[in-house]
């Protein structure tokens, strides 16, 4: 029963993407609606205002470079708390040979 | 036209990719097939025109299956 | 680690092939402000030596001896850069992140934009190192106190 209802729901919603996939634009489609938007204007004005000729990093570092810090600071944060949880828990660790004789 | 033809291969051989690293009962295996996923990523990005993210893509599929692999190492199970 | 992967071949190939990491890496800073590339990039490729060595040599390994401790400092020193050009700018008499008016002389805006560029892919590269070292010092450390490995 339970599976036959999982079957059925993983069906529906396969049926769903595969149908809704035909609504995408095409890859590199020029007058599709998010490249009309802001696309243009970066591609037009991206070498004047950041001087840099490589159109992503004058966006990725110039135009949204204080998105790009907040990056820097998750990942290090990430690092920070990798240390902390795996370095000082005991939780979760084999028990030490001592006490395998207690 | 050639072109989609290539980029739809590479689809399909990501899926398949997809299923042996769910069906496959060898762990170590299990990682070095994702790395042939990661390559696979790599050269749609590169068929894309984005050469950013498939740099990115390379350099983090290598440092995840080092970790992968050290992780293994550690934990004693090579395989099964 | 206490057991290293290490072998003849391997220490060869190791010593071989970590300059050429290295020397790539400051490349891949420099150029990425024009070509593909950048600061995570570069920050990954300039800590595979590290961690190639680590896993070859084990604690043998005297390339780049550094502590937990201190590479969770230098990685909060690579934020700092990253928003020092944000305060630079504000010194300077500008927004935040506004790489026009960064105080230093320059006779183009556009030679002060690719100075800040640089400044904060630097900043990123250093936290991105420092960070993989993190995690791999953490995974190790925590399975060699273990006593998991036999």
Known sequence: MMRGFVITVLALLTGLFCSSVTYLPVIGDPYSVPNQHITPVYIAQSELDTGSPNIVTGTLADYRGFDTMWETTVMFLSGLTTTLILTSSTMGRRPEKEDEYE | MQIYTVEAALLVFLILITACIIYCQDILSCVMIYSA???CAVLLYLMMGSPDVAFTEVVVGTVSTI???IA????DRWCK | MKEPFGGYLLNIAFRLLVPFTVVY???VLILGESSPGGGFQAGVVLSFGIVLGRLIMGEDCKLFNIKTKNTLVIAGVGTFIYSLAGWLTLFGGGK???????PFAAEHANELHALGILMIETGVTICVMMTILNIMDA???RSDDDGSAE
């Open chain 2, 67 to 69: 970790f992968y692999v």
């Open chain 2, 72 to 75: 293994l190492k550690k934990i």
């Open chain 3, 25 to 27: 890496s400051v490349y």
């Open chain 2, 37 to 39: 996923f990661s390559f």
């Open chain 3, 96 to 102: 935040f992140l506004d790489y026009s008016f960064l």
């Open chain 3, 139 to 141: 995974v190790v450390k």
